[in-house]
């Protein structure tokens, strides 16, 4: 293991680690563009440079220049990395990288999370120091049906393209013609809409050139804040960010369904789950949380307090004979706890599919996506049974909790209870229906298919009328119980 020095401290490095790597893992922090941990080292926006001393033999005060992302780690190797040469070399580059870039920032959806803002201001700070007139590329660039591209704000780092030929293999993109006249456009044959990860690339861009339609002049991203949370999009169960707007910032006057509104969701790093990465599923989370809720519990269609909708509930469980359950696969572990621990003795249960792979979805394959499109079906396997192809022909009532359940295929007469969250038709059919929270209105954990365990977090308070499921396990249960 060599040992080598950044800025006169000692600094262990892992055999074959670069220069970058060993310093930032030991809290050295070095600039970069084009570099990424999780992607070839392109070594091309040379703002990592640094400066080795020289030792041994030639240790004669002199210095040489080099970057920081190429440059392996050798033993006594001594190195500065914010010295005068280094800054003024940095803003030699920050200079020429903002050669031809524009003065967008006010309009700018990366402002407020943009490296090249903040390292022009760290280490350039100066006007453009070129007397010719900027070049100008095309602004617009619709580079799928999700991502918008800004050549003129593009830095030419390769990350995106590197991206796509290393992580989701669509080699979708690729630099086109030389010099300032260099373009990141399709590939040829190639179609960016059919990588479902292509929003990655949104991330990666270090700069504003590649942005998201969807989120596009939406928000500025300091009136936002990240929740932590799990997509629910497959058993994967990769962790994300659900950014929606700080309270501090609410609404009061514009549309006040902004306020409770998931504006992006972006990854949350883990390298258990998902690494750095999501998939387009992940960001389109919003389109699911965000149908039209049930908050009316009702008896038959005919609306009724949450109290009377339980009431009726607990009166079935008790008159039935031969009552199933049919258990979310989108339930957390605690949910899935509480239901167990209060009708698990009463009642027959098996776990069902939630939801299915959506048409044209890629169904699987082995970067990220799983083809069981549920979060939770493996702690909820691990408790119940699955659906089997037909029930007794004497079951008399059946609980269904979530969506998905098939009520064309229930024993004839068999009574129902049905808790849900969305807007339904069959929601007025029930016997009984309690309209209940989801996921961004509660705390809870998912396990995921290799067996681990994430947790996810409250974005917004629950809409009145709306109980949250364990709650309605826990009041079903007993002989009597009264909801908040
Ligand atoms: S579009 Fe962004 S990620 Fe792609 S090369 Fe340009 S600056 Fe880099
Ligand atoms: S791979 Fe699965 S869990 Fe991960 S973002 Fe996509 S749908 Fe969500």
């Given at each position: 293991m060599p040992d080598f020095?950044?800025?006169?401290q000692p600094v262990h490095a892992e055999p074959g680690q670069t220069v970058m790597q060993a310093a930032l893992a030991a809290g050295h922090f070095i600039p970069y563009f084009c570099w990424h941990p999780h992607l070839s080292v392109a070594g091309n926006c040379r703002v990592c440079m640094v400066e080795v001393e020289e030792t041994g033999d030639k240790g004669g005060g002199g210095s040489w220049m080099e970057i920081a992302c190429n440059m392996p780690v050798t033993e006594g190797m001594r190195v500065l990395t914010d010295s005068d040469a280094v800054r003024k070399r940095r803003k030699e580059i920050l200079q020429f990288i903002t050669l031809n870039h524009p003065v967008d920032c006010g309009i700018c959806d990366k402002a407020g999370e943009c490296t090249l803002q903040d390292y022009h201001y760290a280490y350039n700070?100066?006007?453009?120091?070129?007397r010719d007139a900027k070049v100008h590329a095309t602004k617009f660039f619709p580079l799928s049906s999700r991502i918008t591209l800004d050549n003129e704000r593009c830095i030419l780092c390769s990350r995106c393209v590197r991206f796509t030929r290393e992580v989701s293999k669509s080699h979708a993109l690729g630099i086109q013609h030389r010099g300032d006249h260099s373009l990141i456009r399709p590939a040829e044959g190639a179609?960016?809409?059919?990588?479902?990860?292509?929003?990655n690339v949104i991330d990666l861009c270090p700069v504003g050139a590649l942005l998201s339609r969807s989120f596009l002049y939406q928000a500025r991203v300091w009136y936002l804040q990240p929740t932590p949370s799990v997509c629910p999009g497959c058993e994967r169960g990769c962790?994300?960010?659900?950014w929606h707007r700080k309270p501090e910032w609410r609404l009061q006057a514009l549309d006040a369904r902004r306020n409770t509104r998931i504006e992006r969701v972006t990854p949350l790093e883990n390298p258990a789950v998902n690494g750095p990465w999501i998939c387009n599923k992940g960001r389109d989370l919003a389109r699911l949380f965000e149908r039209e809720r049930a908050t009316q519990a009702m008896?038959?269609?005919?609306?009724?307090?949450?109290d009377e909708a339980l009431a009726a509930a607990r009166a079935l469980i008790a008159a039935a004979r031969r009552p199933v359950a049919l258990v979310s696969s989108w339930g957390s572990n605690e949910e899935l706890a509480a239901f167990q621990a209060a009708l698990g003795a009463r009642l027959a249960s098996f776990v069902k599919a939630d939801r299915q792979p959506e048409p044209g979805e890629r169904v699987a394959d082995d970067l990220l996506i799983r083809p069981d499109k549920n979060p939770n079906g493996a702690a909820a396997r691990a408790l119940f049974g699955a659906v089997p192809a037909a029930f007794p022909p004497d079951t008399d009532l059946v609980l269904a909790w979530g969506e998905g359940a098939d009520f064309g295929s229930l024993p004839r007469g068999a009574k129902t209870i049905l808790l849900g969250a969305y807007l339904a038709p069959k929601n007025g059919h029930a016997d009984v229906f309690v309209p209940i929270s989801i996921q961004t209105e509660r705390a809870g954990h998912y396990t995921?298919?290799?067996g681990v365990v994430s947790a996810f977090s409250p974005c917004f308070a629950k809409p009145e009328g709306v109980a949250h499921a364990a709650d309605v396990f826990a009041a079903l249960g007993v002989s009597k119980a009264v909801i908040a």
């Open positions: 020095f950044v800025n006169g700070g100066a006007p453009s120091a070129s179609r960016f809409d059919e990588d479902p990860y292509s929003d962790t994300v960010q659900l008896l038959k269609g005919r609306a009724v307090t949450l995921n298919f290799a």
